[in-house]
């Protein structure tokens, strides 16, 4: 790799000191202060350190951390990999990601879907993954037609392979104007985001897995990738079974575009799946903490869709705790909590907690789903018997949880 100018040099040495110091004094795990330091020295950074690497940019409304880690697992077959794998999915987080493994060929960075747009421009990354977009954090990030119409705008006469999920209307949308995009049948089971047509307005008609606008001529494209239940068709045809460690039909989405990223970077499946099967928690998620004797499965839900996914990974026959806060990271408007279903929890010992544990009340009240109501997550866990219990919380509420845990990854 190309020599990085002295300033550059300096800058990205003392974001590493700064982030070494974050995580010695226990103030965080040096993620993004490392970043922020290096770009007050040097604002062009992140432009330097991403040159000469062959970049994949990871974004949607959910699931980004888990590709993530999932494309990175694969590559690293390939070489070092650089990434932030705890999810400082902005500039000074990648930045930082960057910096600290400086002389990675490779390098697989999450982004924040609002940022996607500024750090494609920064990093000319050869390889962006699309999955879906959904409502989340509507106070920051506005109405998400906004985010693809800013997609479709970034991608637009640039020469990056787009992976993109052709079952999302709204991820279709934004990489329809990329130079060359594969296309992955990668399925969308929350879809209440994508009901009209973001090209004229009109509305979208489904028919099983198809879906077309009836006022013009936007539509699904055909895919090259298909996930077809426990399993992926490639582009030759061939099923590959993905019997992966992490649950659900989302995470078999989230191996499924993995794939067809790991392949974009010259990977063959055969080669990639492999180590796609040793991924078993990502940054906390499904994990199991322990404490007195009561097992509990961690659980990430931010927004609807999220919750949807979590829901479908849930035990049924086990207790459940719910946690919600609206600081920042969270979004300051839990409307959303109104568009979750859950009368799934009915007949479940249902527990909640977390600072807008009300406004859960509220909903749980309505939705006729009997619960407790706790003032901690340590006062939750303590009520339920010795034996398993699910845990489902918003971002902030289960970083607070893992922190408990001596942030468990």
Known sequence: MTQLPLRAQLASALGRSAATLSRMTGRGDGSVIGGRVGLMLEPDLLRQLARDRKLALVSATNGKTTTTRLITSALLRLGQVATNAFGANMPAGHVSALSQQKGAPYGVLEVDEKYLPEVLDTTGASVVCLMNL????????????????????????????VIANCDDPLVTWGASTAAKVTWVAGGQRWKEDSWSCPECGGPLERKGVDWACR??????????????????????????????????????????MALAVAEAFGLPVDQALP????????????????????????LLAKNPAGWLEAFDVSDPGLPIILSVNAKGPDGRDTSWLWD?????????????????RLDLAL??????????????????????????????????????????????V
């Open 134 to 161: 959904s409502r989340d954090q509507m106070d920051r990030a506005a109405e998400i037609w906004l985010l693809a119409q800013k997609w479709r705008k970034a991608l637009s006469g640039k020469p990056t392979h």
């Open 275 to 298: 180590s796609l099967r040793e991924v078993t928690s990502v940054a906390g998620r499904y994990t199991t903490v322990e404490r007195d004797g009561r097992q509990a499965r961690l």
């Open 340 to 356: 979750v279903d859950y009368r799934i929890l009915r007949g479940r010992p249902v527990f909640i907690t977390g600072e807008r």
């Open 363 to 408: 909903r749980l009240e309505v939705a006729d789903v009997p619960f407790a109501t706790c003032t901690s997550f340590t006062e939750a866990l303590a009520m339920q018997p010795p034996g398993r219990v699910d845990v489902i919380a918003n971002y902030t509420a289960f970083q607070q949880i893992r922190s408990e845990f001596g942030r468990a």
């Open 215 to 256: 006022e013009c001529t936007f539509h699904r494209p055909e895919p090259e990738w298909i996930l077809d239940d426990d399993a992926v068709i490639d582009p030759r045809g061939e099923r590959w079974l993905l019997d992966i460690q992490l649950p659900g039909l989302a995470n078999r989405s989230n191996a499924a």
